[in-house]
């Protein structure tokens, strides 16, 4: 029987990175929040809605006593473009004083959502903070913020799939990808 083709995957352009790649990718950064974390509790916070997916996949590989949070934040519109202005859409549920944080988010750009987050997060005195992001869009930087686990490089093109999303939409495209630029019209 020939495998349907979901009509999403007629609109993108190029794969950029391979389902089979940020599988392999997300285990070797699971493996290595095991080791730095060994013998810690550790508090995963996830930054909707775009560290979804990344978030579920990679605590699947982390063998550590582990709590989730998550916080909703919006910088962006419908676009493309940032809007340079971060809220605070939902707000964690728990305390993160004492606590060892890693902020697991899709992907950094302008650095702006990281750097407000990062700011807001030390006012609250956690034990440690530490930023794992899956994708780096380095050339997009305008704001200089540190991240300790990155899972790929990505040029300055709008990625989307793998929890990251075109107005709403190809969040759940088990790939990175770019689409057909009339799409983005
Ligand atoms: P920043 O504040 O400019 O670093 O942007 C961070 C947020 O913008 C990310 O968490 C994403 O939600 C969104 N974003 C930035 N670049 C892309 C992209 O290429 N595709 C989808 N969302 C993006
Ligand atoms: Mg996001």
């Known amino acids: 029987m020939p495998t349907p083709t979901p009509s999403l995957y007629h609109d993108v352009a190029e794969v950029l990175i391979s389902e089979e790649q940020i599988k392999r990718r997300v285990a070797e950064l699971g493996a290595r929040i095991n080791k730095d974390f060994a013998g810690e509790q550790i508090l995963v916070i996830a930054v909707l809605k775009g560290a979804l997916l990344f978030l ?14 998550f916080l909703a934040v919006s910088s962006y519109g419908t676009g493309t473009q940032s809007s340079g202005v971060v809220r605070i859409l939902k707000d964690l549920d728990e305390p993160i004083e004492h606590r060892h944080v890693i902020i697991v988010e899709d992907i950094v750009d302008s650095g702006r959502t990281l750097d407000y987050l990062l700011r807001l997060f030390r006012q609250r005195h956690p034990a440690t903070l530490h930023v794992c992001a899956l994708l780096d869009k380095r050339d997009r930087r305008e704001i200089d913020v540190p991240i300790d686990y990155v899972g790929f490089e990505v040029p300055d093109a709008f990625v989307v799939g793998y929890g990251l999303d075109f107005a709403e939409h190809y969040r759940q495209l088990p790939f990175i990808g770019v689409l057909k630029p009339e799409i983005y019209q």
């Open 56 to 69: 579920a996949d990679l605590m699947r590989h982390i063998d550590l006593p582990l709590a989730v949070d």
